[in-house]
C-alpha cells in the first residue's frame, strides 16, 4: 500500500511517503509556517524523490487536530482534495495521539499536549498497549491544572510530550510520580508513525463531509454564540439581510 502521510496541524511541517512498512521519504521542517505556501511543493519533491506520481497512492492519512486552525484546515483541505481528485482513500489520525506514538515503551502513559494559551491545552492520555496508543483520557479542549489533576489519579509515571515545557513548574509539582525525562525530538511529530497508524484504521466515509477536530470553537463561532444564544448550534452563522 502506498501512503501520503501529512501533518501541519502545529508548527512543524511534516510529509512522508510510505510503502507499506517502508518509509520511502519523509520531511519535517520546523523553521517556519508557511503551511500553505510549502505543503503542496513539498508532497511535489517526496513523490519524486520516491519515483512515485500521485497516482500510484493508495491512500493519503492526515492529521486532523486538534492544534491550529490554520494548519489543520491546510493539511485536511490538501488530504481531502486529493482523496477525491485520486478516488483514494482518507484516513485521519488524531495529532496528540501521533506524539503519544513517539514513545516506544510498551504500557507507559503518555499525555501529549499543545498549548491552547491562557492555561488551557489540548490533552490527552494514552496507555501504550501493543505498540500503539489507545486512548485513556479523550482529547480534549480544557483547562492544564483540571487534566494535570486527572492525570495525577492514575498514580504512576507519565510521559509529557508537546507542549509540556511550557508547563514544567505545574507538570512538576501536580504530578507525584517521577516523569520520564525525554529527547526533544520526541516533542515533533513523527510523521512516519502518521502513515503506519492510519493502515490500521477505516478511512472516511463520506470525504467531501469530513471536517478537522478542532476540539472548541473558533473565535467568530464563539462570538456568534454569544450575540445568539437561543439559537441551535446547527443553525447557519450567515446573517440573511
Known amino acids: 500500500m502506498k501512503i501520503l502521510a501529512i501533518d501541519t496541524s502545529n508548527r512543524p511541517l511534516s510529509v512522508a511517503v510510505l510503502d507499506d512498512d517502508t518509509v520511502l521519504a519523509a520531511i519535517t521542517v520546523t523553521v517556519h509556517q508557511k503551511h500553505a505556501e510549502y505543503l503542496l511543493p513539498e508532497i511535489e519533491r517526496l513523490l519524486a524523490m520516491a519515483d512515485l506520481k500521485p497516482t500510484d497512492l493508495d491512500r493519503v492519512v492526515v492529521a486532523a487536530g486538534p492544534g491550529s486552525y490554520t494548519g489543520i484546515r491546510i493539511a485536511v483541505t490538501t488530504a481531502k482534495t486529493l482523496a477525491a481528485t485520486l478516488d483514494i482513500d482518507l484516513v485521519a489520525v488524531s495529532s ?129 454564540q454569544a450575540k445568539n444564544p437561543n439559537k441551535k448550534d446547527t443553525e447557519s452563522y450567515v446573517e440573511k439581510i
Open 96 to 224: 496528540l495521539e501521533t506524539l503519544a506514538a513517539n514513545v516506544p515503551v510498551e504500557g507507559a502513559l503518555v499525555a501529549p499536549l499543545f498549548d491552547a494559551r491562557n492555561q488551557n491545552v489540548f490533552a490527552g492520555l494514552y496507555r501504550i498497549a501493543g505498540g500503539v496508543p489507545t486512548p485513556v483520557i479523550a482529547d480534549a479542549h480544557t483547562n492544564i491544572t483540571d487534566f494535570l489533576k486527572a492525570v495525577t489519579e492514575y498514580a504512576e509515571p507519565v510521559w509529557f510530550l508537546g507542549d509540556a515545557s511550557h508547563f514544567t513548574d505545574l507538570i512538576n509539582t501536580t504530578v507525584s510520580a517521577a516523569t520520564p525525562r525525554i529527547s526533544s525530538w520526541l516533542n515533533l511529530p513523527q510523521v512516519a508513525t502518521i502513515g503506519l497508524l492510519g493502515q490500521q484504521l477505516d478511512p472516511v466515509a463520506d470525504v467531501d463531509r469530513f471536517v478537522p477536530n478542532y476540539l472548541r470553537l473558533t473565535q467568530a463561532e464563539a462570538e456568534w
